[in-house]
């Protein structure tokens, strides 16, 4: 990047498709704020069959392309919505997966997000795991990356990516373990998205992660609307926000924003085969 040059950061993992959307302005208000930020490539992830379609629809309009932005869309089912099976999910992929390679934005890039979410368990946990694994092999099938929520279900998490083989390409998105965990994460060959929980005041073992994160398999996202980063704690996330959980993040890996930057979108690049 050359002196003078604005940072332009990815958003690896938001959910701004109409089921989480409360804004006035709805998705282009939301992204035209991002570009402003300097957000100007963002994924827009699935949880379920509707919320799926949705982020494949604003992927695919126009509302990106005017704003200056980039968007792509991952299709998946969310541990909580585990118990309605992957049928639905299978099937949308079989018709919108598009072919090996290169992914121009509009397109699908990941399966998820999916995996184990055994704090609230709104759905049993062994429709978790037979879900979760389905998705795996769903992901190798087309040629996708891997994105995996995991909550309070490490080793589980860690056996069904085991057993079934992790694809080529996975994300431990919003990754809240420690320095153990990031380090079995890696080992798997996965990479570490982190996302506001970085500038909460109690969350010491994942800046420790953080910290000892290879540049190469480090990702940055929001997760929005859901985890704003500090000023905004409390309140409705964003993809502008992206640059405040980066600019955390640096400051946490001691190092410059802008090498932050380049890094993050270089390993987003290389994760879910972005053709911008």
């Known amino acids: 990047m050359s002196a003078g040059s604005p940072l332009r950061w990815t958003d690896s993992h938001c959910h701004i498709q109409d089921a989480y959307l409360d804004d006035p302005g709805g998705a282009e208000a939301v992204i035209r704020r991002a570009a402003a ?17 949705q982020a494949v629809e604003l992927a695919r309009s126009e509302v990106g392309p005017r704003a200056g ?23 949308l992929v079989g018709r ?17 997000e999916c995996g184990l979410d055994y704090h609230y368990e709104h759905s049993p946990r062994d429709a978790q795991r037979e879900a979760f694994a389905a998705q795996i092999l769903l992901a190798k099938q087309h040629g996708l990356a891997l994105v995996v929520h995991t909550r309070d ?29 990031a380090r079995r994460c890696l080992d798997l060959g996965a990479y570490l998205s982190f996302s506001g929980i970085v500038t909460f005041k109690n ?13 190469d398999r480090l990702l940055v996202e929001t997760d929005a609307p859901f985890l704003a980063p500090a000023p ?25 924003p802008e090498d932050l930057a380049a890094a993050t979108n270089a390993n987003v690049s290389a994760v879910f085969l972005l053709g911008a």
Do not use: M, Q
């Open 69 to 91: 932005v980039a968007v792509w869309a991952a299709v998946g089912l969310h541990p909580h919505e585990a118990s309605h099976g992957v049928a639905a999910i299978t099937d």
């Open 203 to 215: 969350a010491d073992g994942i800046r420790e992660a953080a910290a000892a994160c290879p540049a």
């Open 232 to 256: 905004h704690r409390g309140k409705p996330n964003e993809p502008a926000y992206v640059t405040l959980v980066g600019a955390a993040l640096a400051e946490v890996r001691g190092e410059p």
């Open 96 to 112: 919108l997966g598009g072919v090996p390679g290169r992914k121009p934005p509009g397109t699908v890039v990941a399966i998820g």
């Open 37 to 53: 930020a300097g957000v100007d490539r963002l994924v827009c992830i699935g949880t379920a069959e509707e919320e799926s379609r």
């Open 153 to 181: 279900a490490w080793d589980d998490t860690f056996e069904i990516l085991g057993s079934c083989g992790p694809p080529e390409r996975t994300v431990i998105h919003c990754f809240t373990g420690g320095a153990a965990e």
